[in-house]
């Protein structure tokens, strides 16, 4: 019998397939990692009673936790 079953995809061609698409995943995450680390940080320039006011307004924090935050700010 000739050939080894694995018909168009046979010995190098998988591989090939296989090494192709390690590639694109190392350049996606070298893509995304540039993006991450590069790109504009929300609220960079808060100060701190900007960060505490903002997430008691978002509901993040209960007002006990917003009044004894500001305590220590002070």
């Given at each position: 019998?000739?050939?080894d079953g694995l018909g168009a995809f046979g010995g190098m061609g998988l591989g090939m397939l296989w090494g192709a698409l390690v590639w694109v995943a190392i350049i996606a995450l070298l893509v995304w990692a540039v993006i991450a680390f590069t790109g504009p940080r929300p609220h960079a320039d808060e100060t701190p009673p900007?960060?505490?006011?903002?997430?008691?307004?978002?509901?993040?924090?209960s007002e006990a936790e917003f009044e004894?935050?500001?305590r220590r700010l002070a």
């Open positions: 019998m000739m050939g900007e960060i505490l006011k903002r997430r008691f307004a978002l509901g993040e924090i004894q935050a500001k």
